[in-house]
């Protein structure tokens, strides 16, 4: 073998080496600034969901079936389909509530409506990739990588703490695929989601 032969062997040695290496490597972290910023790429989304609510005070698991859509800059609406038909938009600081069975309906100050407004804006400001509108609310902490990353927000004042003791955002990529919440009174409920991304 030449020695110009044996240059390039070593060469497609190490070439392949690296090729290796890179596919055996651990995908990159990924913090809360760089969670954000992959979320915020999106314009707008769909998404059908499951909710089951653990109770001590159920029998059985509450199970609800529902869709979720949002559109930038600020609005995210919850059609709750089963067992009960009721909608809910956060819309800028309104949130509107409606009883669609009822054919009844209230709107109100986000920042009057409590825990519930709470809940949807932690979904909101997390689906919006808005770090600074989380961290008003929550303390943020993300973990994990690009592909499979989870979001962990605490309440960060004690109105807050009345309602949720924490909620739980998992998610591939730019897509959110599970949301739960724990709530102050020991409840948990986990939300399956499956989004479509514009």
Do not use: C
């Amino acid at each position: 073998m030449t020695s110009g032969t044996k240059n390039i062997a070593k060469a497609a040695i190490a070439l392949f080496a690296a090729i290796a290496l890179r596919a055996t490597a651990s995908p990159e972290a990924i913090d809360a600034q760089g969670l954000m910023t992959m979320l915020a790429s999106v314009e707008s989304a769909t998404a059908s969901y499951v909710e089951t609510r653990y109770s001590p005070l159920l029998k059985s698991p509450l199970v609800s079936r529902g869709t979720l859509s949002y559109r930038r800059p600020d609005r995210i609406e919850e059609h709750v389909e089963s067992p009960r038909d009721e909608r809910f938009v956060l819309q800028g600081d309104r949130l509107t509530i409606e009883d669609t069975s009822g054919n009844r309906s209230v709107t109100v100050n986000a920042g009057s409506a409590g825990g519930i407004a709470a809940l949807i804006e932690g979904v909101r400001a997390t689906r919006a990739g808005d770090l600074a509108a989380l961290e008003r609310d929550f303390h943020v902490a993300a973990s994990g990588t690009q592909e499979r990353w989870q979001l962990r927000l605490q309440p960060r004042t004690p109105a807050l703490t009345k309602y949720v003791r924490g909620i739980t955002i998992s998610g591939s990529r730019a897509r959110i695929q599970t949301i739960e919440v724990l709530e102050a009174s020991g409840d948990r409920t986990v939300m399956e989601v499956r989004e479509s991304l514009r």
